[in-house]
């Protein structure tokens, strides 16, 4: 039985069963029946929860007139990402910014909520990296085909029609690389971060473990950026108008 944080414990009490079936029925057989709840997927769940919540605080409390501080703090992000998103991708890049937003921050808390005590940062294991590696995977392969159309399809065969058969293997391969590269880039980093920490708060509790929180907090603010721009990068080729 692996080590359950108390959330997942919870869970594993409440759910275990319906869960444990729901697995069964898709074929896949837990490792542990009794407890299939991984404290990778109670953490995120609980930070999807806890984002709902802060967007529909923010929601409920939006003003023109007196916009509060939380209101502030989400505009200065939005308009970060919004800004970013035109930059990359030109006119009317500034559409994907609210999926941008949410996705950055899902990972970013994700990978904050691990310095809470009682908590582990789910990024630090590899399916939650590879979750939101496939979301953003799909989302531009989606906008692209609503883009263009069928045409979309021709992005993957280049420029010069005779060399299709060629670069059509190429290409496929380019972005299914894409989602391994988003997943072991954000997973590799936090999990280096939470070792890191874990290993100096065992050998000197107090002082010089503080330095390397402070760098845990810039390393996850870090991966959060590269992993929203790479994804607006993907976005800008995959919306490309060919000239």
Same mark, same amino acid.
């Given at each position: 039985?692996?080590?359950?944080? /108390?959330?997942?414990?919870? &869970?594993?009490?409440?759910?275990?069963?319906? %869960?444990?079936?729901?697995?069964?029925?898709?074929?896949?057989?837990?490792?542990?029946?009794? @407890?299939?709840?991984?404290?990778?997927? @109670? *953490?995120?769940?609980?930070?999807?929860? !806890?984002?709902?919540?802060?967007?529909?605080?923010?929601? +409920?409390? !939006? +003003? *023109?007139?007196?916009?509060?501080?939380?209101?502030?703090?989400?505009?200065?992000? $939005?308009?970060?990402?919004? $800004?970013?998103?035109?930059?990359?991708?030109?006119?009317?890049?500034?559409?994907? @910014?609210?999926?941008?937003?949410?996705?950055?921050?899902?990972?970013?808390?994700?990978? !904050?909520?691990?310095?809470?005590?009682?908590?582990?940062?789910?990024?630090?294991?590899?399916?939650?990296? #590879?979750?939101? =590696?496939?979301?953003?995977?799909?989302?531009?392969? @989606?906008?692209?085909?609503?883009?263009?159309?069928?045409?979309? #399809?021709?992005?993957?065969?280049?420029?010069? /029609?005779?060399?299709? /058969?060629?670069?059509?293997?190429?290409?496929?391969? +380019? $972005?299914?690389?894409?989602?391994?590269?988003?997943?072991?880039? #954000?997973?590799?980093?936090?999990? =280096?971060?939470?070792?890191?920490?874990? *290993?100096?708060?065992?050998?000197?509790?107090?002082?010089?473990?503080?330095?390397? &929180?402070?760098?845990?907090?810039? *390393?996850?603010?870090?991966?959060?950026?590269?992993?929203?721009? #790479?994804?607006? %990068?993907?976005?800008?080729?995959?919306?490309?108008?060919?000239?």
């Amino acid at each position: 039985m692996p080590e359950q944080l /108390w959330i997942t414990e919870i &869970l594993n009490h409440w759910f275990a069963g319906p %869960v444990t079936s729901l697995l069964y029925s898709l074929g896949i057989h837990p490792t542990y029946p009794q @407890a299939p709840i991984t404290n990778a997927f @109670a *953490v995120e769940l609980l930070v999807f929860l !806890l984002l709902v919540v802060v967007f529909l605080l923010v929601r +409920s409390s !939006l +003003s *023109v007139d007196k916009p509060g501080a939380l209101q502030h703090i989400f505009e200065g992000a $939005h308009g970060f990402v919004e $800004h970013q998103t035109h930059e990359v991708i030109g006119h009317g890049g500034e559409r994907y @910014a609210p999926f941008l937003m949410a996705l950055g921050l899902f990972i970013l808390v994700n990978n !904050l909520i691990g310095l809470i005590p009682g908590f582990e940062a789910p990024t630090a294991s590899p399916v939650v990296p #590879l979750g939101c =590696a496939v979301v953003a995977w799909v989302y531009y392969q @989606a906008q692209g085909f609503r883009h263009a159309g069928p045409k979309y #399809l021709l992005h993957f065969f280049g420029p010069v /029609w005779w060399l299709g /058969w060629l670069m059509l293997p190429i290409e496929l391969i +380019s $972005h299914l690389a894409r989602m391994m590269s988003l997943t072991i880039r #954000l997973y590799a980093n936090m999990f =280096a971060g939470d070792m890191v920490t874990l *290993v100096f708060f065992s050998l000197v509790p107090v002082g010089v473990p503080i330095l390397f &929180l402070v760098l845990h907090i810039g *390393v996850s603010f870090l991966q959060t950026y590269i992993f929203v721009l #790479l994804t607006t %990068v993907y976005l800008a080729g995959a919306v490309a108008e060919e000239h």
